[in-house]
């Protein structure tokens, strides 16, 4: 399944019985978001806003809030067929295949995926409404004010784009955006995001601006991209081309070179001023905790396109589980076979949503020699954003590490705390709370794998768990009628 657009979309999860429209007037400050809160928790529907105090245009939440939702958005039923999509493409990619069969299968397969490339258009509906100058106002639309001590209305669900100074290879990530006035934002760029290195190299090579453009909207699958921590030469464009076996069409600006995707409901076009910081925050993070100020750049807004009748699409970050853990769990095992490609012993990978992305990530490993746990908490920490995380785990292939009851009762029984933990310094996420300094600190691994020996100063044989003979439990099975236990 593939949609061309949001509305799409948005008919087919209504017709799914996945949306809900609320026509009782709502406030974009903090009500929405105490409304959202409460569905998304309790495993609701996404939700369309039409009738937000004070704006004309709709506001679509909560798109993302389910397993089954961002399956569909990504273009399949369940998320294993995205899975096995994936596989197929890097097994493409381990060398020339075999046999005349096998040639022409993969000739057949590159020539497809040829089709999944962007395809540039003349013009496209989110330019059918131009808004320049002193007629640029971003408080035309329900821009969300989320929780209390929030800086003010930010941009949540946003599409930024930028173009590498030096390459001219355009970048697609999901920053998040503080309206300081009618025609200007913040632009959170984190340290360690594509975005941010465009901003350093423009800096560097002494440019005036940085342009930039912010697409709001779009079909399910190209806004995703924005959020998948995709190596900085792969095209999110591509990828999303490839997820939804359809090329992304995509339009150039009005105002400057840069293209962005047509089917967009609204895009906000400008400029960044290299060296030009302003105050951002505080604002309600995916931590739980509120990211307090500090200085961003800021993004000048020169001219808005919008569809006629526009479509606001907004995410509630929060105290976990919200929205975006749902969008993170599919980019976890989309991106699960690529890390097996790198470290092939490791069988499964959870980043659970209290971890917040970047503070957990479980992980079981086939191990085959002793100080493998520690070689596979390495490997993580030096793959791309994963080496932000702050903690990793690692148990042996037979624990189910989707289930933390198991996992807690592996590790808690499994380390000798002075020997397995693993202590490091790196960088960090730059929401981390915990960390005495910003953007630099400590990491800890806990090898929770059975030990062998050679590892550490262990001087006894490991015990065998506790388990049930296989012919008692088929007895057992056989004669459960007869108990009379229901």
């Not at 609204?266 to 030009?276: N, S």
Request: aromatic share 8%; net charge negative.
């Amino acid at each position: 399944m593939k949609f061309k657009d949001l509305r799409e979309f948005i008919s087919f999860l209504e017709n799914k019985g996945e949306l809900r429209r609320i026509t009782a007037p709502v406030s974009h400050e903090l009500e929405i978001t105490e409304i959202t809160d409460r569905v998304i928790k309790a495993g609701g529907p996404a939700l369309l806003f039409e009738n937000v105090t004070g704006f004309d245009t709709p506001l679509l939440v909560n798109m993302y809030g389910s397993h089954q939702r961002v399956a569909w958005a990504l273009g399949v039923e369940h998320v294993d067929d995205l899975v096995g999509r994936v596989e197929g493409l890097l097994d493409l990619m381990q060398g020339p295949p075999k046999g005349i069969l096998n040639k022409l299968r993969t000739l057949g397969q590159l020539i497809q995926m040829g089709s999944f490339q962007p395809k540039t258009v003349n013009n496209g509906p989110c330019q059918e409404v131009v808004i320049q100058g002193n007629d640029v106002d971003l408080y035309k639309f329900p821009i969300l004010k989320c929780w209390p001590l929030d800086g003010g209305p930010f941009i949540t669900l946003p599409l930024v784009i930028t173009k590498d100074p030096e390459t001219s290879i355009q970048n697609y990530g999901t920053y998040r955006m503080q309206v300081y006035d009618k025609q200007t934002t913040g632009m959170h760029w984190q340290t360690h995001k594509v975005g941010t290195h465009h901003y350093r190299l423009s800096h560097e090579l002494g440019l005036e601006k940085l342009d930039v453009a912010v697409a709001l909207g779009g079909d399910p699958a190209t806004i995703w991209t924005g959020s998948a921590p995709l190596p900085p030469d792969m095209d999110e464009m591509a990828v999303a081309g490839f997820l939804r076996e359809e090329g992304v069409e995509l339009v150039k600006a009005k105002t400057n070179d840069l293209l962005v995707p047509a089917q967009a409901e609204i895009v906000l076009e400008g400029y960044v001023t290299p060296g030009e910081e302003r105050d951002e925050g505080p604002f309600g993070d995916h931590t739980g905790y509120y990211s307090m100020e500090d200085p961003y750049p800021v993004f000048h807004v020169t001219c808005i396109t919008h569809r006629k009748n526009p479509i606001y699409p907004a995410a509630i970050v929060g105290r976990p589980p919200m929205e975006d853990y749902w969008m993170g769990k599919i980019t976890e095992r989309v991106f699960l076979p690529m890390m097996k490609l790198i470290l092939p012993e490791i069988v499964d990978l959870n980043m659970p949503a209290e971890g917040s992305f970047h503070n957990l990530v479980i992980v079981s490993i086939k191990k085959e020699y002793p100080g493998q746990g520690r070689k596979v908490m390495h490997g993580l920490w030096g793959l791309g954003l994963m080496s932000l995380v702050k903690t990793i785990i690692v148990v042996d292939h037979n624990v189910d590490v989707q289930n933390i009851s198991e996992v807690a009762w592996r590790v808690t029984n499994n380390i000798d705390p002075g020997q397995d933990f693993v202590f490091a310094d790196g960088p960090i996420d730059d929401l981390d709370i915990g960390s005495s300094t910003p953007k630099f600190g400590s990491k800890v691994g806990l090898d929770a794998t059975i030990k062998w020996a050679g590892e550490g100063a262990r001087q006894k044989d490991w015990p065998p768990d506790i388990e049930m003979d296989a012919a008692v439990k088929d007895l057992v099975d056989g004669k459960w009628t007869e108990y009379g236990l229901s």
